[in-house]
């Protein structure tokens, strides 16, 4: 569903990712570990397509870098939800309105719209905090409320970057149980993170470790060294 | 509500401070527009009516028969140039010049035969009212047997499209010179709009908005920007005519069609200034 092929991104300082193919399949919850600029940042954008590869091949659920079509950017994020350590949220929408954003834009009816964001805020457990705006929730309610708006689209994978990064200890495990459960309900997740606990904390998981730009580790490419690449 | 209308009158609401700079930002760049526009519009007013004196007059030569002279009436009025011709018989002549020069009434009393012969006073339409076409009237009527002379003041003609020359050089360059200094002060002002809400604009592409979608409510708000703008400097200039109305000289203001082709053509410098300010933008994240 998401597949590296040979990928190499250069900027004009350097080159932020060479030669790097990995997949994830569909339904799967995949880490991407290094250290900070080892790329993670610089792949997930390829994935959603803030930014072209200099070089080789991004698939993204039936898209491919290499022949999307501008106007067809916009279909393929609609299939994605993104997340940030940041959180990214609208400071003058209220929970709800930040959620149903994403919605509107894409042009959806307006009729199902608001039973849709109810559902999307009550899977992330902020179904009573709807009306409140984001400088009246703490760090780990905005992330839910932006995990919300990536899923109100049913997105086929969600990605997330460094989503626990500006939270503590507590906000953190909530989050990253979320991220789990919305994994387990089938949809994939790529979480982008340096935090090896909780790497290591969910077993079994698909792990891609970039080091200067490069895999440096894949455990699907451990399991099964010689599965034939998929065309 | 229609979603592009809802999102603009959110932009308005959520940043009040900096759409009224805007719009007072476009109403005062605009309102120097206008004020030239008033001065230009003023100009071409007085010089219209001096325009209105400039008349071709065909001296006749005395005892043409009345006949002859009816016939060539009509066909100098189907001279494109011609607006009107009107015959002036020698006891007319004479009763004006009575009328129009009083200083003279003593002569004029003592006279014992009339000496002023008749004429055809040619009026010109008014993009025909200059030097040259003036001239090519009264080369046609020199060919006329039963005309003596032609006069039209070929020298205070010849100034008439002088001054109308200058002022229509002058008030193109001054006037391309305040739109253009008008239309960059309203792009500057856009752009800042566009610039307070680039994070939003980030999240909706990211979130899957197609820049059509993203580009509508900004445009809407430049158009609306644009012709509160316009309205402003509309409301301007009409205090500024009431005040030189008052206290100076007698001045003319807009009709109706110019004062609504002004607050459009705010309207239109807004969306265009959008639509540079969000392209440019879109282009860049």
């Known amino acids: 569903m998401i597949k590296f092929n040979h990928v190499t991104k250069e900027y004009p300082k350097g080159a932020a990712l060479t030669d790097v193919s990995f997949h994830v399949p569909k339904g799967e919850f995949c880490f991407l570990t290094g250290h900070s ?72 009816r307006r009729s199902g719209i608001g039973p849709r964001v109810m559902r999307a805020l009550a899977q992330v457990g902020l179904a009573g905090k709807a009306h409140q705006y984001p400088r009246e929730l703490s760090g780990g309610e905005q992330q839910r409320v932006a995990i919300a708006r990536a899923l109100v689209n049913d997105p086929v994978v969600l990605l997330a970057d460094e989503p626990t990064g500006n939270l503590d200890e507590r906000a953190t495990r909530g989050i990253f149980q979320l991220l789990r459960d919305i994994n387990a309900a089938g949809t994939a997740v790529l979480m982008a993170t340096h935090d090896l606990d909780l790497v290591k904390s969910l077993e079994g998981a698909h792990l891609v470790e970039l080091q200067h730009g490069s895999v440096a580790y894949d455990s699907a490419e451990e399991a099964a060294p010689t599965e034939p690449e998929a065309p | 509500m229609n979603l592009v209308l809802r999102e603009t009158l959110l932009a308005f609401r959520r940043a009040p401070l900096l759409s009224a700079l805007s719009v007072t930002t476009i109403g005062f760049s605009l309102f120097v527009f206008g004020l030239f526009g008033l001065v230009t519009v003023n100009i071409q007013r007085v010089i219209g009516d001096v325009a209105e004196r400039v008349e071709v007059v065909a001296y006749l030569r005395r005892g043409t028969p009345p006949e002859a002279v009816t016939v060539a009436v009509s066909d100098i009025q189907a001279f494109p140039e011609v607006q009107s011709v009107s015959q002036v018989t020698e006891a007319q002549a004479l009763a004006r010049a009575r009328r129009e020069l009083p200083e003279f009434q003593d002569i004029f009393q003592d006279l014992e035969s009339n000496p002023l012969p008749a004429s055809l006073d040619v009026r010109l339409k008014p993009e025909f009212r200059d030097a040259a076409h003036a001239g090519l009237v009264a080369d046609r009527l020199k060919g006329f047997d039963f005309v003596d002379d032609v006069r039209f003041g070929s020298d205070w003609v010849a100034k008439l499209d002088r001054l109308r020359n200058i002022a229509g050089a002058v008030g193109l360059v001054v006037g391309a010179a305040f739109a253009l200094v008008a239309i960059i002060i309203i792009g500057t002002t856009i752009r800042m709009a566009v610039l307070h809400r680039s994070s939003e604009i980030t999240i909706m592409r990211l979130v899957g908005a197609t820049d059509g979608f993203i580009r509508r409510p900004f445009l809407l708000e430049g158009l609306v920007k644009g012709l509160l703008g316009g309205a402003l400097a509309l409301a301007l200039c009409y205090g500024a005519y009431e005040a030189v109305n008052a206290y100076l000289l007698h001045a003319d203001f807009f009709t109706t069609g110019q004062a609504l082709m002004g607050v459009a053509v705010g309207g239109l410098i807004g969306l265009a200034g959008s639509l540079v300010s969000i392209g440019r933008h879109l282009r860049s994240v």
């Open chain 1, 37 to 108: 600029g080892a790329g993670k940042t610089t792949a997930l954008k390829l994935i959603y397509l803030a930014e072209l590869p200099t070089a080789g091949d991004v698939r993204v659920s039936g898209f491919s870098s290499t022949r999307i079509a501008p106007r067809e950017v916009p279909r393929l994020r609609r299939r994605l939800g993104i997340v940030f350590q940041d959180f990214r949220l609208l400071e003058d929408r209220t929970a709800e309105e930040n959620v149903a954003f994403a919605l509107e834009v894409t042009g959806a």
